[in-house]
């Protein structure tokens, strides 16, 4: 059996999606149609039940894949590690939400970019969860960080790390709730002050409130930049309240420059996840990322 068709078959199966697999191959989809049916006179049987939108793996076609695919993922490692000397440095291509990236990811990663044989070229890119997955899915990033775990065989997740949000503000604001009004009252001794957050549907306000008041905000956003690091920088010069990552607030909390308003007993949490294309782990350079940033994650708080 040719192993270029089982290749293709692979990445369909994975992919869900002819159009999506021949991109990923690099080839036209007519070639990637061709090869299946190749396969499937070879076999005699179907291998995919074609619908409007993707194709769907017929019984026959998830044993098949179930037997090859670890097979091939094997023959890839051996290919990649034999390309893997010390003359030939590899580029791995990054993708992320720009504040965890910046702040956790690459720190950790850029160790990883020397000249010992074992290291990395890196080139990253930053986008919402929804981005950074279309974008590893199409092939354009070989390791992603996501708030989002990815459905489908394409696209394999790890738990990462979880995140703790935090209610902040600058203390003036907190200096006008009175004492013991937040506990007794709740989201309401919040309304009444602005906010500033990342996006008009107030995605992390919104959250915070539905696992901690359960409730929706009555507010609405005062000052809306797309960017925690710059969301902090508003919340600390007294722009509004803020709900950020503890992670990136830690430091202003600490020095007194903002307050957390609330201290609820199960404080909401947001898990990231590292996530690649299934079967790409066989390539050292992006085996060796995803396993160190794990191993990174255990000293975050």
């Known amino acids: ?63 098949l894949a179930h037997k090859a695919a670890p097979h091939l993922d094997a023959l890839v490692e051996i290919a ?3 390309l893997d000397d010390e003359s030939s440095l590899r580029t791995l291509h990054l993708a992320g939400p720009p504040e965890f990236t910046a702040e956790r990811a690459l720190p950790a990663l850029t160790e990883l970019t020397g000249d010992d ?6 080139r990253t890119s930053f986008g919402n969860a929804e981005e950074t997955l279309e974008g590893l899915a199409a ?27 935090v209610l902040v ?3 003036r604001w907190a200096e006008e709730i009175a004492p013991g009004v937040l506990h007794r009252k709740g989201a309401p001794a919040l309304e009444n002050l602005p906010v500033v957050e990342v996006h008009e ?9 539905a696992s901690v008041f359960d409730s929706r905000p009555a507010a609405s956003g005062t000052v809306i930049v797309p960017d925690l690091r710059a969301v902090l920088a508003c919340a600390t010069v007294g722009a509004g309240l803020a709900v950020l990552p503890r992670y990136l607030c830690a430091p202003v909390l600490e020095r007194g420059d903002v ?16 996530v690649v294309r299934t079967g790409t782990l066989a390539m050292p350079h992006i085996a060796r990322a995803h396993e160190w940033l794990q191993r990174a994650a255990t000293d975050w708080d």
């Open 139 to 165: 092939g354009h990033h070989d390791l992603a960080i996501s708030t989002a775990r990815p459905r489908g065989a394409l696209l394999t997740a790890t738990p990462l790390c979880d995140e703790e949000h």
């Open 1 to 63: 059996m040719d192993l270029a068709l089982l290749r293709t078959f692979v990445t369909v199966h994975r992919a869900g999606s002819f159009t999506r697999a021949a991109a990923l191959l690099g080839l036209s989809q007519p070639a990637v149609t061709s090869q299946i049916r190749t396969l499937e006179r070879q076999l005699g049987r179907p291998l995919f039940l074609r619908q409007a939108r993707g194709v769907t793996p017929t019984t026959t076609g998830d044993e």
């Open 201 to 209: 549907s107030l995605p992390f306000v919104s959250r915070y409130w």
């Open 169 to 171: 503000a600058a203390p």
């Open 117 to 122: 044989g074992q290291g990395f070229a890196l």
């Open 259 to 274: 307050v957390a308003l609330h201290d609820p007993a199960v404080p909401p949490l947001r898990t990231y996840f590292l």
């Open 80 to 82: 990649e590690t034999g």
